[in-house]
């Protein structure tokens, strides 16, 4: 199970890799590996500023759908469109090509509530 270190994780298996005020969201090797194989992944909040914990989207899988969960409040200013030719690549790259969302933060304190790799694995017993 890879859980790099210098993410931060949410109990809802995002991961968050955070440069500035500007945060990259997808979701863990657990989630993908735990959902199987990714046939779609819905984002239409592109634009939109949300609360933590709002849905911003969806991942669909063979056998599931599941709601994609805002690690982090603020305005989603990315989606990453080649998931919508290659979907697939959540399954083979969850922390590399395939990222899901851009945000850019706007309350930076709520990263301090967020799961380091420690606590992340212990949250799914790893």
């Known amino acids: 199970m890879n859980i790099p270190a210098e993410l931060k994780y949410t ?4 991961w968050i890799s955070v440069e500035g005020d500007i945060a990259t969201v ?3 090797d657990f989630a993908q590996s735990e959902l199987g194989d990714i046939v779609y992944v819905e984002v239409e909040t592109l634009d939109e500023t949300l609360d933590q914990d709002e849905v911003f989207g969806t991942v669909e899988a063979v056998k599931t759908v599941s709601d994609l969960f805002l690690p982090l409040s603020g305005e989603i200013i990315a989606f990453n469109e080649g998931l919508e030719e290659e979907p697939e690549k959540v399954n083979t790259d969850p922390y590399g090509e395939g990222w899901m969302i851009k945000i850019k933060i706007s309350d930076p304190a709520q990263i301090d509530g967020l799961l380091n790799d420690a ?3 212990e949250l799914i017993g790893a």
């Open 11 to 14: 109990k809802d298996h995002e």
């Open 119 to 121: 606590g992340y694995k």
């Open 26 to 28: 997808g979701i863990t």
